[in-house]
């Protein structure tokens, strides 16, 4: 059972990228096999639906890696039948919509009373009081 998950699952990324760079018009790169894979694909497109095509030739790509990987007899069914996903449906990735910002104290508890939202302290008066703390310090340890 092993190879032949290993086989189904070989065969269904093969047959991906195979079917990907005849789209790109590269499959006179493909191997020989390969090439006569994507023919018998062709063929088969033209006698039922795209999807019953992709399982058929993935079915025969199957058979043929799984005796190349040692598979004895005849290979077993890997997948259920009504589990086997399509091999273009592809969902759209969709961001998750913006979570509403809360209502918080504000900065230091402040927004909750003045109703309008204060901007945290700007950079310069931050680093002033550092500066001040620093100098500070230095004029106490003399």
Known sequence: MLIARRADTRARAD???WKMMAKLNGA???PPEAQEFL???QNLLAQMSEG????ATIGAIYKAYYVEMGGAGTPPD?????ARPA???VTAFRRPA???KPKSAGFFGAGAASGAQKRPLPVALIFACLVVVYVGIRLYWR
């Open 39 to 41: 023919a018998s694909y």
């Open 52 to 55: 019953e095509a992709t399982e």
């Open 15 to 17: 047959f991906a990228t």
């Open 87 to 89: 091999a273009d449906n």
């Open 28 to 30: 006179s790169a493909l």
């Open 98 to 100: 913006p979570k509403p």
């Open 78 to 82: 890997v997948r259920p039948r009504q």
